[in-house]
């Protein structure tokens, strides 16, 4: 037995190594966390979130890819200043494979631009999406892979939220912001085998701890008592200048000043995921199953 198992921990090694991410060193068989960060409505800061929590992992050391999955406003690289000559939809007509369209930037992460017109996977023919998926596994050498996502749930949200280790939630203080974040938990809940991932939330443009708090605690308590769910409360980010600032500057706030208020938060966020365990969602590969699960 122990011996059967030690043999497919090394094909798997040896598949991981093949798909290897640029000059990143394979980390002995074990997969990327993918962190999908969605919200219900639009402009609360997913994006934001998505790229300085990708930067407060990059200052621990840890190889991250954002991956820009937002269709309509795919928007990470104007962020960061960059245009990118490739994004997903290449990869998905295969022209181009997920290596050659991942780009580095100055501050040491990694992105995937978005693609305008990318379909949701489970309608893609059969060819592309087993492409498509065994594309998304070679990036699963990295460390961490922040998945950014369109609000709600018109696109292939569902999708990368169905690969997640985490899902986490971001919602502003705005009863709007709050009731449609409330709509997109039960839609995952009903949607998703979402036993094994994580959902978190996270309380976005904030004055106050108190204020933070009692949207959290709103939330989770709704979650549970309706939907049966448990979201975990991951923290609060407060309303900070430095934000619009940066993303006019297109420099992110991590990097401008990563001692503001902004910045401390999400550091505070990163190491609190860090410190929170996650059970393997089955990731990409995985993610068909769950697509599918009480479908078809
Ligand atoms: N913590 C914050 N403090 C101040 N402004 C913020 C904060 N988070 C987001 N914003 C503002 O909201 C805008 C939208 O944020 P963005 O990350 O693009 O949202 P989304 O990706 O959810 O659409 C930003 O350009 C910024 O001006
Ligand atoms: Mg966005």
């Not at 106050?208 to 991951?234: C, H, P, W």
């Not at 190491?271 to 199953?289: I, V």
């Amino acid at each position: 037995m122990e011996d059967q198992a030690e043999k497919l921990r090394e094909m798997m090694r040896q598949k991981k190594e093949g798909a290897e991410l640029g000059s990143a060193k394979s980390r002995e068989g074990k997969r990327a966390r993918i962190i999908t960060i969605t919200s219900g409505k639009g402009g609360v800061g997913k994006s934001n979130v998505s790229v300085n929590m990708a930067l407060a992992y990059a200052r621990l050391g840890k190889k991250v890819v954002v991956m820009d999955a937002d269709l309509g406003l795919a928007n990470v690289n104007v962020m960061l200043n960059m245009i990118p000559k490739w994004n997903l939809y290449h990869v998905i007509r295969k022209q181009k494979t997920m290596r050659e369209i991942l780009v580095e930037t100055e501050y040491g992460i990694s992105i995937v631009a978005g693609a305008s017109g990318f379909s949701k996977i489970a309608n893609l023919t059969e060819d592309e999406r087993q492409n498509f998926i065994d594309e998304l596994d070679t990036l699963s050498n990295a460390d961490i892979i922040i998945i950014d996502t369109a609000a709600g749930v018109s696109s292939n949200v569902l999708d990368f939220v169905a690969a997640a280790d985490d899902v986490v939630i971001i919602t502003t203080p705005e009863p709007t912001a709050i009731t449609d974040a409330y709509g997109i938990i039960k839609i995952i809940a009903t949607e998703i085998d979402s036993l094994n991932m994580g959902l978190k939330l996270v309380v976005n443009r904030v004055h106050s701890v108190a204020e933070a708090k009692k949207v959290a605690d709103r939330m989770t308590n709704i979650a549970g008592q309706f939907l049966n769910l448990k979201v975990d409360y991951l923290g609060f980010i407060y309303d900070d200048p430095v934000v619009s600032q940066a993303v006019l500057r297109q420099r992110p706030f991590m990097v401008a000043d990563p001692k503001c208020k902004a910045s401390l938060c999400v550091q505070h966020i990163v190491g609190r995921m860090e410190k929170s365990d996650y059970k393997e969602s089955g990731g990409f590969s995985g993610m068909m199953k769950r697509i599918f699960r009480g479908g078809e």
